[in-house]
Each structure stands twice: as structure tokens, then as C-alpha cells.
């Protein structure tokens, strides 16, 4: 991953900052402080990892906009995020993943057994 110095010294500060939790009240958060950003960036990560191939459609992840507490800058939030989340697509079909489900050879490091079923049956088909 190549990222200017800039960028990482960003990444680095957001990192440090303290974890706030995913499952707190974030609408009592202003929306455009660090500590915002931090939470949805939680909030979305332990979505993605309830998911049973830890990736969605970001179609799908606007749908929770309220519930989640997402802006409508959510697609640049989660590009200002390369080590958390990758994001795989066409322009209007966005995937995101979360990248610390997956190995160096993009496969899933730990498959829940409805994936490996669904990954059988696919074979045969």
C-alpha cells in the first residue's frame, strides 16, 4: 500500500486517538470531529465483521445512513481508511471489505460454514 507521507502521518494520528465505541449514542457526536470519524469507522468495521463474507455493497451500508450515523461523504471516509477497508467496484457499485478478514491472496482467513456450503454448491452448478 503507497501512501504519501502526509496520508500516513493522518492515518497514524487517527489511529492513536481512543477507540470510541461502535455501540455509544453516536448522534450525540458532532458530526465533522475526529471522534465522529473514529466512530463510524467502528461502527461500519463491526458491521462488516457480523457479515458473513465481512464485505458489502455500499448501496446496501447507506441504507443504515441513519442508524449508523454515516454523512453523505461516506465513500470518501472509507477511501481516507486503506488500512481498514478496501473498496472494490465500478463507480456506482462499490464494494467494501473489511480488510482484516482477508489474506495476502484475497481469500477469507476464517469461512463461516454457510460460505464454505455456498462455495460447494457453486462448484456444482
Not at 500516513?8 to 477507540?19: A, E, G, H, Y
Amino acid at each position: 500500500m503507497d501512501l504519501e507521507v502526509d496520508d500516513v502521518r493522518r492515518l497514524d494520528l487517527f489511529n492513536t486517538l481512543p477507540l470510541v465505541s461502535p455501540y455509544s449514542d453516536g448522534s450525540k457526536l458532532d458530526l465533522w470531529t475526529l471522534e465522529a470519524k473514529k466512530y463510524r469507522v467502528g461502527v461500519l468495521h463491526e458491521f462488516l465483521s457480523l457479515t458473513l463474507e465481512k464485505r458489502a455493497s455500499i448501496h446496501h451500508i447507506v441504507e443504515f445512513k441513519e442508524e449508523f450515523s454515516l454523512t453523505k461523504h461516506t465513500y470518501q471516509m472509507l477511501l481516507k481508511q486503506p488500512r481498514t477497508f478496501y473498496l472494490a467496484g465500478t463507480e456506482m457499485n462499490w464494494a467494501v471489505f473489511l480488510r482484516d478478514a482477508y489474506d495476502k491472496s484475497d481469500n477469507l482467513k476464517i469461512k463461516e460454514p454457510l460460505v464454505l456450503f455456498c462455495e460447494k454448491l457453486y462448484k456444482y452448478a
